[in-house]
T-cell receptor, first 114, second 112 residues
């Protein structure tokens, strides 16, 4: 049971480039989400999904796209990278959607946009 | 605009001392208040959580105190150990809403 896995661990992009951050979980969790972590701002929700085929925007969705074709995978796409997207990105999953289940976080992807 | 305000930003405590982190919220509809612990280079992990119908919850050396009327809750780390050195985030969510609103985080350093 690998839990929540994320790839890559670290990425450097040039402004305007696109890329996909991968996230996978093997716990059969329905709920998955993407957060970004910036100093002094905690974790902010980018996008989330309550099941395959269903996604919605979080607090800071601009510049990011997501899709959920399977229960296991929830990739985050940066369409045209900007320096403001330099951050650490975390994927999380939880079993249920009552609001009181534990969210399990991946190890993070550190992104630097030059 | 953060819905959960956390303080202090950082604190240093001697081994065996007590670490106290405070959080405040405005929206009384919040129904669940977890604390997450994050070690450097790792993702956050759930430490302890409380619901507003309980004033205190204790798990080992970690205690959440909850003051519903003041809209505040705090984490106390008793007998702090060097292994407790980490960043701690408070959070809140609404009933039947899986989205978490996080505080800004507190970096705790425990000196041996």
């Amino acid at each position: 049971n690998a839990g929540v896995t994320q790839t890559p661990k670290f990425q450097v992009l040039k402004t305007g480039q696109s890329m996909t951050l991968q996230c996978a979980q093997d716990m059969n969790h329905e709920y998955m989400s993407w957060y970004r972590q910036d100093p002094g701002m905690g974790l902010r929700l980018i996008h989330y999904s309550v099941g395959a085929g269903i996604t919605d925007q979080g607090e800071v969705p601009n510049g990011y796209n997501v899709s959920r074709s399977t229960t296991e995978d929830f990739p985050l796409r940066l369409l045209s990278a900007a320096p403001s997207q330099t951050s650490v990105y975390f994927c999380a999953s939880s079993y249920g959607t009552s609001g009181q289940e534990t969210q399990y976080f991946g190890p993070g992807t550190r992104l630097l946009v030059l | 605009q953060q819905q959960v305000k956390q303080s202090p930003q950082s604190l240093i405590v001697q081994k065996g001392g007590i670490s106290i982190i405070n959080c405040a919220y405005e929206n009384t509809a919040f129904d669940y208040f977890p604390w997450y612990q994050q070690f450097p280079g790792k993702g956050p992990a759930l430490l302890i959580a409380i619901r507003p119908d309980v004033s205190e919850k204790k798990e080992g050396r970690f205690t959440i105190s909850f003051n519903k009327s003041a809209k505040q809750f705090s984490l106390h780390i008793m007998d702090s150990q060097p292994g407790d050195s980490a960043t701690y985030f408070c959070a809140a969510s609404f009933l039947n809403d899986y989205k978490l609103s996080f505080g800004a985080g507190t970096t705790v350093t425990v000196r041996a």
